[in-house]
């Protein structure tokens, strides 16, 4: 059986019910994000992608309702109703299942930086053996004071798959051996009726907690076969902790991702200064210029340039389009649009192919028709601005009359003058005309002129 297929009668199981108590955060450990992504999805993605299509979250009490709206009906839930231990909380997540499977590949919800490439190969070595109980993803050479670590049955044996004699828990050392070791990742493939079987049997420990690594001694000890895969490398070991790890995790993850865009025909200029986060995709010759953010659910086409010091927030730029020190949030910008320096989409806005917003431009929930200019400092919000027109410096959608949000709209053609205030709800109607400094209070019809303030109707033709 290789681990690429769907892996029949198995399930995973991902603990997530611990206190988290070293994050010092009111929001659980598993909702925490790196590379935009929360921490619980990375072990989902892990498990799905090796082929596991059952999966049960161990979540807490507390934990759940939140993690259960994060992840709806792709997971099944167990309550460990307290957190007695990682042991306590398999012994949960196998009592949710309505039989033992043949196969339990478990993980903790706290360390995203797991690789695909290293479980599946720890899976497939699980899984060539048939009499096999249990299988540790561990990385062979890390730095990791507070994980378990791995004492082989034969210490000189550490570079291929090997018999284990124990792991040795962090608070179960005597001392901190200040240097790298073999460590467990917190990534086990077992054999479902013997971890059924005795998992239950672990003695708690000094620090009150169940072990569930303390399987690794009890089956050495009873002639069972639990080997060491020492697939991991050094970067995938690291698990979240604190903060500090948080943080050093999100830097690898960010490394990886640019390092995938790259090999994808993206330029990154400055690596480490542009966050592109775990959802977003790109097109091909696209540039990414220094100082950028690309986060959430965004897409981004081919042949943009984007940046220096551009935010895009789960929005959508189609190819060809060039953003330069701007701000996007929840819009979606269509094909050879040109935006900033200094321009904010706010959300629902929705910019048309060959747009071009310049200097200071603020839009939010408006359309902007195709080849539409808006070159200097304006606010654009609640309009619909129909195609070519050209909205001069410093035009004004007034819609908020201190109760009520207001609807503009901007006939095609029409030419909107500087400073014009466009006091909504109003239309102006296409190929239309307002004079510099207009204040219009009242509907514009369509070829109309209008000027002054309050802006009158100069002529209902714009043709001298
Ligand atoms: C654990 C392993 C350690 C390994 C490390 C990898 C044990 C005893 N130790 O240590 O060998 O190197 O992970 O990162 O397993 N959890 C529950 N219920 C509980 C306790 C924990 O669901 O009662 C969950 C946590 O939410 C977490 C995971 O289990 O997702 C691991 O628990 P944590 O306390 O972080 O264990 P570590 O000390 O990191
Ligand atoms: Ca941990």
């Given at each position: 059986m290789s681990a690429t297929q769907p892996q029949t009668d198995s399930v995973g199981i991902i603990l997530a019910a611990g206190h988290g108590s070293r994050m010092r955060s009111r929001i659980a450990k598993p909702l925490h994000t790196a590379a935009g992504k929360e921490l619980i999805r990375y072990p989902v993605d892990l498990l799905t992608e090796c082929g596991i299509q059952t999966i049960v979250v161990v979540a807490s009490p507390d934990n759940h309702p939140e993690i259960a709206a994060l992840l709806g009906d792709r997971v099944h839930y167990a309550i460990q109703p307290a957190a007695k231990g990682t042991a306590d909380a398999v012994a949960c997540g196998l009592g949710a299942l309505r039989s033992v499977p043949e196969l339990v590949m478990v993980t903790a919800?706290?360390?995203?930086?797991?690789?695909v490439k290293s479980t599946r190969r720890m899976l497939d070595e699980h899984v060539s053996r048939p009499d096999r109980r249990m299988t540790i993803l561990t990385a062979p050479d890390f730095f990791g004071p507070d994980l378990g670590h791995i004492e082989r049955a034969d210490p000189g044996d550490t570079d291929a798959a090997g018999p284990v004699s124990a792991i040795v828990e962090a608070a179960d050392r005597e001392s901190d051996p200040g240097r790298p070791a073999e460590v467990n990742t917190g990534v086990y493939c077992f054999n479902g009726p013997w971890l059924a079987e005795n998992v239950g049997r672990i003695p708690v420990s000094a620090s009150g907690e169940t072990y569930l690594t303390s399987l690794a001694e009890m089956g050495n000890k009873a002639g069972d076969d639990v080997v060491a895969a020492p697939f991991a490398w050094a970067d995938e070991a690291m698990g979240v902790n604190d903060r500090q790890q948080l943080s050093a995790v999100a830097t690898v993850l960010q490394d990886r991702i640019n390092s995938h865009w790259m090999l994808e025909g993206v330029t990154i200029i400055d690596s480490a200064t542009t966050y592109i986060d775990a959802d977003v995709t790109i097109g091909m010759d696209t540039v990414i210029q220094p100082n950028t953010m690309l986060s959430g659910q965004t897409v981004i086409g081919e042949g943009c340039e984007i940046g220096p010091n551009s935010v895009i927030r789960d929005s959508t730029v189609a190819d060809r389009c060039s953003i330069v020190a701007s701000t996007i949030e929840e819009s979606t910008v269509h094909t050879d649009v040109s935006i900033g320096p200094y321009s904010h989409l706010r959300p629902e806005s929705v910019i048309e192919r060959g747009v071009h917003l310049g200097n200071y431009v603020e839009v939010k929930n408006s359309r902007i028709g195709s080849s539409?200019?808006?070159?200097?400092?304006c606010y654009l919000g609640d309009a619909d601005i129909g195609a070519g027109?050209?909205?001069?410096?410093?035009?004004?959608?007034?819609?908020?009359?201190?109760?009520a949000k207001h609807q503009t709209t901007v006939g095609e053609g029409a030419f909107i003058g500087s400073d014009t205030m466009l006091i909504a709800p109003v239309t102006v109607g296409e190929g239309a005309l307002t004079g510099a400094g207009s204040v219009v209070t009242r509907d514009v019809p369509p070829a109309g002129r209008v000027a002054g303030v309050p802006a009158r109707l100069l002529s209902s033709s714009n043709e001298e």
């Open positions: 919800a706290d360390t995203p930086l797991v690789r539409t200019a808006a070159g200097h400092f027109v050209n909205v001069g410096a410093g035009t004004i959608t007034c819609n908020y009359d201190g109760v």
